[in-house]
């Protein structure tokens, strides 16, 4: 069985750049649903159950056809979102130093060119659906993703996800995606991403 995570801060945390109601909601109601859903759509299935939710998704492919498509969504959205909570917090922003520091001037140019970019990923995604940092036998990419699809769907571990759903930002941002975004970069846990990427 899959379970939800507790937030590892207070649902006022992030203010004033993410609200606290908007926090409630996105992970009482929005994640808790798609751990449901996705132990709801593994009744049966129990050696699924088991494994790790990333392993899950990488093994997609193989997960019995009838439930795959829902497994794909709800599964998708445990990963996504378990790792959007870790990868922010109060007091953070700034910028990584060290091997990612450098890892990311390397790829991108320097850390001012990475950040157009991921916002230009955030903003290009019609609809709802994420922007990552993702990494492939040591080198880091931008993508963007539909829905809750993820980077390990493709066989990349995704280090910085930024969820670009309307239900993240819509009640203090409405429809003023933009603005979320530049302003989500003062809430990013560098350290942990940096965690992530020397893991990876
Ligand atoms: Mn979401």
Known sequence: MFSLPDLPYAYNALEP???ER??????????A????NL????????DWLSMSIEELLKNLSKVPENVRTKVRNN???HANHSLFWQIMAPKAGRQPGGALGKAIDDAFGSFAQ???????????RFGSGWAWLSLE??????EDSANQDSPLMQGRTPILGLDVWEH??????????????????????????????KES
């Open 168 to 197: 993240a930002y819509y009640l203090k941002y409405q429809n003023v995606r933009a603005d979320y975004i530049k302003n989500w970069w003062n809430v990013v846990n560098w350290d942990e991403v940096a965690r992530r990427f």
């Open 17 to 19: 750049y993410i609200d």
């Open 137 to 142: 036998n040591g080198k880091l990419s931008i």
């Open 22 to 31: 908007t926090m409630q909601i996105h992970h009482d109601k929005h994640h």
């Open 114 to 124: 990475f950040q157009e970019k991921f916002a230009a990923a955030g903003m290009g």
């Open 39 to 46: 132990n709801d759509a593994l009744i049966g299935h129990d």
């Open 75 to 77: 599964g998708g959205g």
């Open 33 to 36: 649903a798609y751990v449901k």
